[in-house]
T-cell receptor, first 112, second 114 residues
Framework: GDSVTQMEGPVTLSEEAFLTINCTYT??????LFWYVQYPGEGLQLLLK?????DKGSNKGFEATYRKETTSFHLEKGSVQVSDSAVYFC???????????FGQGTRLTINP | DTAVSQTPKYLVTQMGNDKSIKCEQN?????MYWYKQDSKKFLKIMFS???????INETVPNRFSPKSPDKAHLNLHINSLELGDSAVYFC?????????????FGQGTRLTVV
């Protein structure tokens, strides 16, 4: 079945550090890929997405590129801020399906 | 205006009780969902409704019964609550998910069964 695997957390970085959160997926066909973010006490919000191979999603300084050959969608940011502290979820929707399949989430803490 | 709203935000109840969580969306979406987030933050779909019709039921115990009176509402009723039901339940909606359409989530309902 469809699945998403993210790097184990928690991840703790200093402000202005470079961030990578790895995400790989298993799905048939060409799924759409997403990163959602959950700030403390809130619901999930879409951070960025990519719907086909080699697409790059970007938002708020975060980027991720849909790599079909490695079935990956790694999240990156060049310089993190304290306000980026949250739980980040990688997710996919298989073609024709009507449900998001989430990875286990990665808790990110940024220290000033 | 809140796009997807759930009530209550917190719910503490004893084992064996029956409780409901309500969800409403004002986005005009056709599809609504219930997700369960466990203590390790893992999110898994429970149900999906499209235009009041159940389209996904992910092997959830039949103590959980979703009800959609109209396409803007999807309520979750839970009978005979168990300790293992303690979790955060998220309601979400989307126009559809095909082609990468965004899903919008409520703030969650933290259910604690004691």
């Amino acid at each position: 079945g469809d699945s998403v695997t993210q790097m184990e957390g928690p991840v703790t970085l200093s402000e202005e550090a470079f961030l990578t959160i790895n995400c790989t997926y298993t799905a048939t066909g060409y799924p759409s890929l997403f990163w959602y973010v959950q700030y403390p006490g809130e619901g999930l919000q879409l951070l960025l997405k990519a719907t086909k191979a080699d697409d790059k999603g970007s938002n708020k300084g975060f980027e991720a590129t849909y790599r079909k050959e490695t079935t990956s969608f790694h999240l990156e940011k060049g310089s993190v801020q304290v306000s980026d502290s949250a739980v980040y979820f990688c997710a996919l929707v298989r073609q024709g399906a009507q449900k998001l399949v989430f990875g286990q989430g990665t808790r990110l803490t940024i220290n000033p | 205006d809140t796009a997807v709203s759930q009530t209550p935000k917190y719910l503490v109840t004893q084992m064996g009780n029956d409780k409901s969580i309500k969800c409403e969306q004002n986005l005009g979406h056709d599809t609504m969902y219930w997700y369960k987030q466990d203590s390790k933050k893992f999110l898994k779909i429970m149900f999906s409704y499209n235009n009041k019709e159940l389209i996904i039921n992910e092997t959830v115990p039949n103590r959980f019964s979703p009800k959609s009176p109209d396409k803007a509402h999807l309520n979750l009723h839970i009978n005979s609550l168990e300790l293992g039901d303690s979790a955060v339940y998220f309601c979400a909606s989307s126009q559809d998910l095909i082609g990468g359409t965004e899903a919008f989530f409520g703030q969650g309902t933290r259910l604690t069964v004691v």
